[in-house]
């Protein structure tokens, strides 16, 4: 279900105000029934909403954008505590967009969203075993065995996550670099890993999602995904 007034607004009749103008005076029925209350909701699906005695098709347009979320940044449009948005850092037309999946406050890298609420669904379930990559410096030198029980899974919360592909990029006394692949998508669930075989993380970056690379693009930037990466993300919706 949807506002009338957004709904109109999405099959771009002009901005919401002017939308709101139309419904106020009266212009727009629902069902063959005018409509004047901008509360009134509907079902895309099912009603049949006109402009005077034509009908109004909804047609929404699918939007992808990828962003290379900075840290202290939060992945959401608003935040009691006024910090900063990923919203921020996006052309207004995002504003209607939601992230496909989320990154704490603390981390950075690789985050696409979309207007596109099915393939958001099926990328998050793990049931979906879409790998998200993450580059994982964390405080100390770790050793084989602890790097098998992430491989294995550990006990974080009140679950067992599941096994993951890790790998050893670089290790000294002060600092270790990992590799980790993921298709869960708890809540801070790389760091709750970290910290239950008794380590600290130092930063974490998300640097891939499925075949969908950040590769290169700038920290706090944006750009549309392209038509092969989007395809991807079709493919994955489709697949049973």
């Known amino acids: ?99 496909i999946g989320r990154l704490d406050y603390d981390s950075e890298g690789l985050l696409l969203l979309t207007n596109d609420g099915d393939i958001t669904n099926k990328i998050i379930h793990p049931s979906s075993k879409i790998f998200k990559t993450y580059k994982v410096i964390i405080k100390g030198k770790i050793t084989m065995d602890n790097i098998n029980l992430l491989r294995k899974g550990v006990q974080i919360d009140d679950f067992k996550t599941q096994p993951a592909k890790v790998f050893l990029k670089h290790s000294e006394e002060e600092k270790s670099e990992l590799k980790i692949e993921i298709t869960e998508g708890k809540n801070r669930q790389i760091r709750k890993m970290i910290e239950a075989i008794g380590y600290e993380v130092i930063s974490l970056k998300r640097i891939q999602i499925g075949e969908i690379k950040l590769d290169k693009l700038p920290i706090g930037s944006w750009r549309f995904l392209t038509d092969r990466e989007i395809l991807y993300l079709v493919k994955q919706e489709r697949r049973k």
């Open 1 to 99: 279900m949807v506002r009338i007034n957004k709904f109109l607004a999405n099959c771009e009749l002009g901005s919401r105000r002017s939308v709101e103008k139309l419904i106020t005076e009266g212009k727009i029925s629902i069902n063959d029934i005018v409509c004047s209350d901008l509360s009134t909701k509907i079902d895309p699906e099912k009603d049949i909403v006109k402009i005077g005695h034509k009908k109004v098709e909804f047609k929404p347009q699918k939007l992808f954008i990828m962003l290379n979320k900075p840290r202290k940044y939060i992945v959401t449009k608003n935040d009691e505590f006024n910090r900063k948005t990923v919203f921020d850092l996006l052309p207004d037309f995002a504003s209607n967009l939601h992230a």
